[in-house]
């Protein structure tokens, strides 16, 4: 499962998640570990999209999360992937991703695994890098 911070434009047009360039970068990412993105629930901290695609607020955050914990009780993956600081604080707690990228958090029965967003990636070569190594480590924990 992924686990993003909210839908962008693109996304919300569509009704379905990832699916801008930030998607085609989670979508090679997925394929790197051997899966399909037909095998993996992709999905966002909110569920729509905040006003003028600002950051979400706490207050839309926290109307949120039952939602997911429900997706998280009804699919109940083993590994969950938190894509940037928003996702990261949201549902682990306060930790910055560029301190806690490519580490894992195991709670509430299943693993965490921290990594960047892939929009920063898009926006910093050097955080691309640190995306695909935290992948890699991702892969050795699919094994």
């Known amino acids: 499962m992924f686990?993003?911070?909210?839908?962008?434009?693109?996304e919300d047009e569509s009704g379905r998640p990832f699916v801008?360039?930030?998607?085609?970068?989670?979508?090679?990412l997925i394929v790197g570990l051997g899966l399909s993105r037909n095998e993996v629930f992709i999905t966002s901290i909110l569920k729509s999209r905040?006003?003028?695609?600002?950051s979400p607020n706490r207050a839309e955050i926290d109307a949120c999360l039952p939602y997911l914990r429900r997706q998280f009780e009804i699919l109940n993956p083993r590994i969950v992937?938190?894509?940037?600081?928003i996702a990261v604080s949201a549902v682990i707690g306060h930790w910055k991703v560029s301190e806690c990228h490519g580490r894992s958090y195991d709670t509430e029965g299943r693993i965490f695994f921290m990594?960047?967003?892939?929009a920063a990636a898009l926006r910093f070569p050097r955080i691309k890098e640190t995306?695909?190594?935290d992948f890699k480590v991702l892969?050795?924990?699919?094994g």
């Open 20 to 28: 801008g360039r930030s998607g085609e970068l989670l979508t090679e």
């Open 81 to 85: 992937v938190l894509l940037g600081n």
């Open 139 to 142: 892969r050795s924990m699919l």
């Open 115 to 118: 990594t960047y967003h892939p």
């Open 3 to 10: 686990v993003g911070e909210a839908p962008g434009a693109s």
């Open 50 to 54: 905040p006003p003028n695609n600002r």
């Open 131 to 133: 995306m695909n190594g």
